[in-house]
C-alpha cells in the first residue's frame, strides 16, 4: 500500500531487487487485424514467437521505471484533486455561511422597514 509519495519509490525497491531480464508482453488485440502486416508490428517493436503470437520484450527495469513513473502521476493527480476538493468545499462552506448572514440582516430589515410603516 501507498501512504505517500516517497513510499512508491521505497516499496517498489524489493520488486526491482529479485525481478532482473526480459518481459514479454503480449501484442494488444487490435493488431492482429487485417489492416496490420508483419512489417507494421516489427516496426512497433513486436516479435514473433515460434507458436505463431507476437509480444513485446521488455527489459524489466525499464518496465518497472515507467510503472513507477505512472503511479507517481497518478498520486500527484489524486493529491491535487483532493486539494481541489477542499478549496471547493471550503468555498461552499463560505458561500453557505455568507447566505445564512444575509438572510438575517434581510429579516431584520424588513422588521424595522414593517415597524415604521405601522407607526
Do not use: C
Not at 507458436?51 to 521488455?58: F, P
Amino acid at each position: 500500500m501507498f501512504y505517500d509519495r516517497d513510499s512508491i519509490t521505497k516499496d517498489l525497491a524489493p520488486i526491482r531487487n529479485k525481478i532482473s531480464g526480459v518481459i514479454r508482453i503480449p501484442m494488444p488485440n487490435y493488431k492482429n487485424g487485417e489492416r496490420w502486416t508483419d512489417e507494421f508490428r516489427i516496426r512497433d517493436g513486436h516479435i514473433k514467437l515460434e507458436d505463431g503470437t507476437w509480444v513485446t520484450e521488455v527489459i524489466v527495469e525499464d518496465y518497472l521505471g515507467d510503472i513507477e513513473k505512472s503511479i507517481l502521476q497518478l498520486y500527484d493527480s489524486y493529491q491535487k484533486s483532493l486539494q481541489e476538493n477542499r478549496v471547493l468545499l471550503q468555498q461552499r462552506r463560505e458561500m453557505e455561511y455568507g447566505l445564512r448572514v444575509a438572510e438575517k440582516a434581510l429579516k431584520n430589515s424588513l422588521a424595522i422597514t414593517k415597524e415604521s410603516i405601522n407607526e
